[in-house]
């Protein structure tokens, strides 16, 4: 049966009301015990609005005492529900004392304060704080607050809170007493402690106006030598900010801790930023090139919230992009200055490409501003980050960079210390820039993915090119009538080698024209170039304009789009024509072996361009997703290439010498291209020594992985010993076994259901931890297509299995790994009564958490 079917509430982003308090200051004492931690909360609090009473949210807290301006309230001045704390209407300023007590050990959602790994840590975005007091949990409450942590000086050597320390001292029983006070107010969910022993690196950096900010680095004991890299990359993103924004940081210390307990990525509490330490320590033996790119990013993503989160906030959650789409456009900008454009912008596509499209195409679709939820956990989304981040970059393609800076620097003048909306953000841009932007606004407010057809036609007697587009967005699962939308069109006309020109179209209408006089016919038109807007191409491009796109355009985003667009409509056509092992034409492998014998002078690039979709970006072209079709085609393709291409991939192999790891754009780009060329070597006969031969030499992870994982999709006999052996060797290491969890959740044969059951037996796997159940069953069920989507649905049962054991230990990783079932009426009838059955016995599940029941019951809807 289920719980509570008919009584989730439902919160509307309409229904906004301003609070009838406030709250100042908030001065916080913590007793750190590991089962009855006491928590004093002393607030100043402001009436707002008369007649009221004050409402304060509360989760799971064990109310010990209340006090009025130092009166001490008995319990029939006060009610108390399950999640709140109701007190009659207060005076227009009051001092509140609450103390509370709590269990951080017994807290296994890991939000509130909780205990892992002998390290007392919070995350307290989005509802957390309400585990730790009562308060007015909501973000457009912002304090100033003071934070003192009483603990065992020996058990917890660093006491850390935001802001600024003010004072520390230690009595004569080894208890001690450290106080932070942070001057910038915040909201609760800005708020953050951690309690631990570490290994402490320390640097300084010197600001654009001379001041000296110290930077502290905690990190576990013995891993001091892998954190310096991600120190390094904080001082990197603090002067990018300076000389792209002009930002500059304002408190005198800036520290981060990495800890393995971690729902999110990372944190950026005001001053303190927690981080899941998989995002902090690396080194070349244990992190791959992806990693140190990711380490960057997130560092670099964390610190740009000072401004674009911490300063100016959100005031409500339905306006999350206002800061997350905002913050994530900022670090992808940092991270193409500090390695590619090219590839950052191609990450970025993937994701757009197969999970953000999927979500706008699933019951869980909405704006990047929602309009409803069940769980504000549920916000933080794909589309609410990555197409949150691809309106930001509209913007900036719109006003112009100059422009758009100004936009940025109005905005955080304007609204410093607010909380704010998405309406604000986009009245600063039109005000700094007298640039109409009331059409698009509606990005923010439509869901969906539009799709824009693209033709052209060139009459030679006039010398007239016409360009021709037209917009459609179908009808979602939130939303029935869609608008147009205002799209920018970037395109580069191609026409030959040497000679190619570029433009913006604004596609603001349903259909347009746009007219070129006195042109030249092109060989072939990039359009959306740079993925100039998130949205889906439908043009009938010929062979030879892709090709020619491939060969010849300016854009290698636009080079390594045409070739994907090549393969999908192969696959497509290949689907429609029930042909199963489809003949590669000779002019695709003369390109292809051109781009593996020139000079390598963008590798990486290389690399990218040899590369088929992945099945997920495939399937996005289905509303009925032909699994099986599309699995076979991709596998024929990849044993084609591999012997179309076997010569030139042995002599691009064989080119680029296995160096001494050392991590910078050229290395990276020379090891993704021979991996590349390895992978597909792999499919051939008699290539095993190739593996053996790179695994023996490898100084680092990213051979290590990309040997094992040529093995292991080419499916040879020896994996399991390899994996076995990567395994042993590793096994005392959290990260690197996280590794080792993802490639055997990956393996293609039907051999991964013993490779997880003997992973799940490992010591360092533990059903507690956020990055060991990721790292093994998001694998399995987002990188595994041949054994996740089986016919028989024995991988959604595994799933399901999984789903369902999570959620009473952490529903927000629950809720997430459920994903891949949600979108269950894509399939065939065989797959769909399987999922449908998972979902069904998901929400029978007595208790279900409301993170899992609002995802099901919607996909069930």
């Keep these: 049966m289920t719980s509570a ?13 301003s609070p009838d308090y406030t709250i100042s200051h908030v001065d916080l004492r913590f007793v750190l015990n590991p089962t009855a931690t006491q928590v004093t909360s002393v607030m100043k609090v402001a009436k707002l609005r008369p007649g009221q009473p004050l409402i304060l949210d509360g989760l799971k807290l064990e109310l010990v005492s209340v006090a009025v301006d130092d009166r001490e309230l008995i319990a029939s001045d006060y ?13 227009d300023h009051a001092q509140l ?22 390290t007392f840590c919070t995350q307290c975005e989005a509802e957390g704080f309400r585990r730790i007091t009562y308060f007015l949990d909501r973000p457009d409450v912002l304090a100033i607050y003071t934070t003192t942590i009483v603990a065992d000086s020996a058990a917890y050597p660093y006491l850390l809170s935001n802001g600024n320390k003010v004072a520390d001292a230690t009595d004569n029983k080894g208890l001690r007493t450290v106080t932070w006070q942070d001057p910038f107010p915040k909201p609760s969910y800005l708020f953050a402690l951690v309690a631990g022993d570490f290994d402490l690196l ?19 004991k013995g891993a001091a030598e892998r954190g310096q890299f991600a120190l390094q990359a904080l001082k990197r993103a603090m002067r990018w900010d300076e000389q792209r924004f002009n930002l500059e940081y304002d408190l005198d210390v800036y520290m ?6 971690f729902n999110m990525g990372a944190m950026e509490n005001k001053g303190l930023n927690v981080f899941n330490s998989k995002f902090v320590l690396a080194d070349a033996k244990t992190a791959t090139d ?35 789409g905002l913050t994530v456009f900022r670090d992808q900008e940092f991270s193409a200055d500090m390695s590619s454009d090219t590839l950052t912008r191609i990450d970025a596509i993937k994701v757009m490409r197969t999970a953000q499209f999927a979500e706008d195409a699933s019951p869980m679709a909405h704006p990047i501003r929602p309009d409803q939820v069940v769980e504000m956990n549920n916000f933080y989304t794909v589309t609410v980050y990555d197409k949150g981040a691809e309106v930001i970059r509209m913007l900036q393609t719109i006003l112009g960079k100059d422009a758009f800076a100004s936009g940025i620097a109005l905005y955080l003048q304007r609204h410093d210390g607010q909380a704010v909306t998405c309406d604000d953000f986009i009245q600063a841009m039109q005000d700094a820039t007298e640039v109409d932007l009331s059409q698009f606004r509606l990005w923010y407010s439509q869901s969906g993915t539009p799709e824009v057809t693209a033709s052209y036609q060139y009459d030679a007697a006039s010398k007239k090119l016409t360009l021709s587009l037209t917009q459609h967005t179908a009808a979602t699962a939130d939303q029935a009538e869609k608008k147009a939308l205002q799209i920018p069109v970037a395109i580069e006309l191609i026409f030959s080698e040497q000679q190619s020109e570029q433009h913006l179209l604004m596609l603001t209408e349903e259909q347009q024209q746009f007219v070129f006089k006195q042109a030249q016919a092109p060989e072939a038109v990039v359009w959306l170039a740079h993925f100039s807007a998130p949205v889906k191409l439908k043009t009938n491009y010929s062979e030879p304009e892709l090709l020619a796109i491939v060969e010849n355009a300016t854009d290698g985003v636009a080079r390594w789009d045409a070739m994907q667009q090549y393969w999908a409509k192969l696959v497509a056509d290949s689907v429609d024509r029930k042909i199963t092992a489809p003949k590669i034409p000779q002019s695709v492998i003369s390109v292809l072996t051109s781009l593996l014998t020139q000079p390598q002078a963008d590798a990486a690039l290389t690399a990218e361009l040899l590369a088929l979709p992945d099945f997920d970006t495939l399937a996005e072209q289905y509303q009925d997703i032909p699994v099986t079709q599309i699995l076979t085609i991709l596998r024929q393709l990849k044993q084609s290439l591999a012997q179309e291409l076997a010569a030139p991939l042995l002599q691009c192999y064989n080119a680029i010498e296995q160096n001494a790891y050392h991590y910078s754009p050229e290395d990276v780009a020379k ?44 499916e040879h006999k020896d994996f399991t010993q390899r994996v076995s052996e990567f395994a042993s060797y590793w096994q005392k290491n959290a990260h690197a076994m996280d590794k080792c969890f993802s490639l055997v959740a990956t393996d293609p044969t039907d051999n991964v259901f013993q490779h997880i059951a003997d992973m799940v037996k490992h010591p360092l796997f533990s059903w507690k931890n956020p990055n060991r159940v990721r790292a093994l069953f998001s694998a399995f069920s987002m990188r595994n297509p041949e054994q996740f989507h089986r016919e028989d649905g024995k991988g959604y049962q595994l799933l399901t299995e999984v789903v369902q054991r999570l959620d009473p230990i952490n529903p927000q990783i629950s809720a997430r790994l459920v994903t891949p079932l949600l979108s269950w009426r894509r399939f065939d009838a065989t797959r769909q009564e399987k999922m449908h059955a998972c979902l069904k016995q998901l929400l029978s599940i007595t208790a279900l958490s409301n993170d899992l029941y609002e995802k099901v019951t919607k996909s069930l809807s």
């Excluded at 108390?80 to 209407?89: G, N, R, V």
């Design 5 to 17: 079917t008919d009584t989730r509430l439902v919160k509307y982003r309409t229904d906004y009301k």
């Design 290 to 324: 992806k990693d140190f790119f990711n380490i960057e990013s997130i560092i670099g993503h964390e610190y740009f919230h000072n401004w674009t989160g911490n300063r100016v906030t959100c005031r409500d959650w339905f306006q999350l992009s206002l800061k997350e």
């Design 256 to 261: 981060v801790v990495a800890v393995d307990f």
């Design 79 to 91: 009610q108390q529900t399950e999640t709140s704390l109701i007190l009659p209407e207060l005076a």
């Design 202 to 220: 320390q640097d300084e950096f010197i600001t654009q106006s001379g001041r000296k900010v110290d930077l502290e680095l905690y990190v576990d």
């Design 671 to 714: 090891r993704s291209l021979r991996n590349r060329c390895l992978f597909y070597l792999a499919q051939l006969e008699n290539t095993q020594q190739l593996i053996t031969k790179q695994l023996s030499l490898a100084d680092n992870m990213t051979d290590s992985l990309a040997a094992l994982t040529a093995c292991q999709q080419a």
């Design 97 to 118: 004392t609450i103390v509370t007590e709590i269990s951080p050990q017994d807290n296994t959602a890991l939000e509130g304060l909780y205990l892992a790994d002998n």
